[in-house]
């Protein structure tokens, strides 16, 4: 139960606050509800690897892997572009508190904190743009072979 | 007969200008354009970077033509960004006439489906009252960080426009005014965690995702762009940061 709650809860909120962001982003219709999933999705992987590894950069790039899959699986099948389900549910992992705190520290003068805070930012961005763009390059070979001949030429 | 190569070539710089302004990404608009204009016999080149496009080509008798745009700030359009891509791939499919294409090309922007403000309002409510919710706030911080949300929102979609402040200052007055309410609701005992209240309202600002997009730039290789946006993105985080502590100076 105590499980259930530390996962399912915040992966609930970040569907619904993706949701919202999807509206922002001028998304419509059904479309809207499989960025929220995406964003749950991508939370849950995250929650689950940093249960397993720990650290956040490794668990951010394990969610960025599981999140491009999801989001060009869906693009496969709604026939449009990947670009608006993968912004959108990479929102919830995206380091914006990072990069506000690390300019926090700039303007109050704390150059140790905001160097090291900014650097760590980087290195989550770097992971989660490495995660999907690698996992979309790989599936972007892979899916035309499976599906044999459907998808594939301008559709990612 | 010989085509019009300055209007193919327009033609082809409408389509990337168009999607440049729906928040596509670089190789994304380099790619459309370079497909469209190869399906009509040429052979272009095209080059983007985040506020400028630039698509040049020969004509057969070798005469070289050019077509710069410059692309104004922008925010992220998905629906209009799904619309080019789609009457991209139908023209380089059918390749229909070129009177024909350069129509429908023009219509782009006019059957074009946007959700009415208050709808984008909403959307700015409920991202700032669940992100509050997710970094770990109960119901009261949600309450008021939507209420923060809804300040922010008013302030994006209704005043900035009107009173011609864009860019940095509409980012730092944003900022500001998100701090500000969460400073006051707190004060007025409807919300707790000030933290969980400013950092959920201020998600909606963050430039999280643009650094990430910097991120995937720079990796697909487009470095030009990927620097500059996230210079871009470091500028927005500046705004952030001064606009909060310009209203904890005021509210202290």
Known sequence: ?156 | MEPNYDDLLNMGTELGYQLMYSGAEIYRVEESVNRLLTAYGLQPQVFAIPNCLIVSLNTPSGHPITSMRRIPSHGTDIELLEACNDLCRRLCREVPPLEQAKERVRRLGEGHRAHPTWVLLMGYVVAAAFFAAFFGGNLRDMLSAGLCGLGVGLWILYLSKPLRVVGFFQTLIAAAIASLLALLLTDLRLGVNLNYITIGTLMVLVPGMALTNAMREIVNGDIISGINRTAEAILTAAAISLGVILSLAMGT
């Not at chain 1, 599981?66 to 099948?77: D, K, L, N, P």
């Not at chain 1, 900014?118 to 072979?145: E, K």
Request: some cysteine; glycine content about 12%.
């Open chain 1, 1 to 156: 139960m105590e499980l259930l709650k530390a996962l399912l809860l915040p992966c609930l909120w970040s569907f619904i606050a993706c949701v919202g962001f999807g509206l922002v982003f001028n998304i419509h219709g059904f479309g809207v509800l499989i960025c929220g999933f995406g964003g749950a999705l991508g939370w849950l992987a995250y929650l689950l690897g940093q249960r397993l590894v720990g650290g956040d950069v490794i668990p951010a790039f394990f969610a960025a892997v599981i999140i491009a899959i999801y989001s060009e699986m869906m693009a496969r099948v709604r026939r449009c572009p990947v670009t608006g389900y993968l912004q959108v549910a990479l929102l919830p992992l995206v380091p914006g508190a990072g990069i506000y705190n690390a300019m926090r520290y700039c303007v109050d003068g704390q150059t140790d904190l905001f160097l090291s805070t900014l650097l760590h930012t980087f290195g989550v961005a770097a992971a989660l743009a490495i995660g999907a763009m690698l996992s979309s390059t790989v599936l972007r070979i892979l899916l035309p072979r499976l599906m044999a001949g459907k998808a594939a030429g301008t559709e990612r």
